[in-house]
């Protein structure tokens, strides 16, 4: 496809991800309160669009916009987008349904994992799916950074930083899958504490993350939220 007729397709998303009055939109990063966040601030029931700060200034228009978007420890987002990811109807065919989850931890490499070309996000069954990238795949130097750690407090932070006028969000959480991600939790971290080659390869896969948004990168003092 043509940029421009990428362009075309993403424009009434992110249309539908930004306060236009502020020129501020919305970057959803994939397994981090996005579709919460989309109900909450744009009344929409649905992730909508995955498109990163680069992609976004790409386009014209947008050039002069800021982003915001939501991040969370790179050790919980892992497991809940492993998680989602594993889950029988989602894409049945990619390279995670069959292999282990050591394997899926041995994969972390760039060529491994599907990134953004241009405008476009170029699957491939043999890659595992963008929702294992690192978050700081979706940022630059123009994106405000909020935490899902404390995301009550922090969407209304968002919505006192710039004059949104909405109520107090008041947040009833429901954790899906809370057994299931705690089993993977449990055997995940029993794979980084007993395998230093295995810890050190997602240690830097996801280097930037930790750094960006100043994570430990000792997985026993992580507060998981399952």
């Known amino acids: ?3 421009n007729f990428l362009i075309l397709i993403y424009m009434e998303d992110i249309n539908n991800q930004t306060f236009e009055s502020e020129k501020l939109i919305f970057i959803h990063i994939p397994k981090n309160y996005g579709t919460i966040t989309m109900k909450y601030l744009f009344n929409l029931d649905k992730a909508n669009s995955h498109i990163t700060a680069n992609q976004l200034y790409s386009i014209d228009k947008f050039k002069n916009y800021k982003t915001f978007c939501f ?5 919980e987002r892992f497991i809940i987008a492993y998680c989602w990811l594993t889950r ?4 049945p065919k990619n390279i995670i349904h069959h292999i282990s989850l050591i394997e899926t931890i041995e994969m972390l490499t760039n060529n491994n994992v599907t990134y953004p070309e241009n405008m476009e996000w170029k699957y491939s069954d043999n890659k595992l799916w963008r929702h294992i990238l690192p978050q700081s795949t979706w ?3 123009n994106t405000k950074i909020y935490y899902c750690e404390n995301y009550e407090n922090e969407i209304n932070k968002l919505i006192s930083d710039y004059n949104i006028n909405l109520p107090k969000l008041k947040l009833i959480e429901k954790i899906d899958n809370k057994k ?8 995940f971290i029993n794979i980084l504490n007993t395998r ?10 996801y280097k930037d993350d930790f750094i960006n948004f100043d994570y430990s990168t ?3 003092k992580t507060n998981f939220s399952f």
């Open 88 to 91: 029988p109807n989602k894409f």
């Open 180 to 187: 299931k991600k705690n089993q993977i939790k449990t055997n």
């Open 196 to 205: 230093q080659d295995l810890k050190d390869r997602f240690i830097n896969f």
């Open 218 to 220: 000792d997985i026993n």
């Open 1 to 3: 496809m043509s940029i």
């Open 139 to 141: 940022i630059n130097k």
């Open 71 to 75: 991040v969370r420890n790179p050790f």
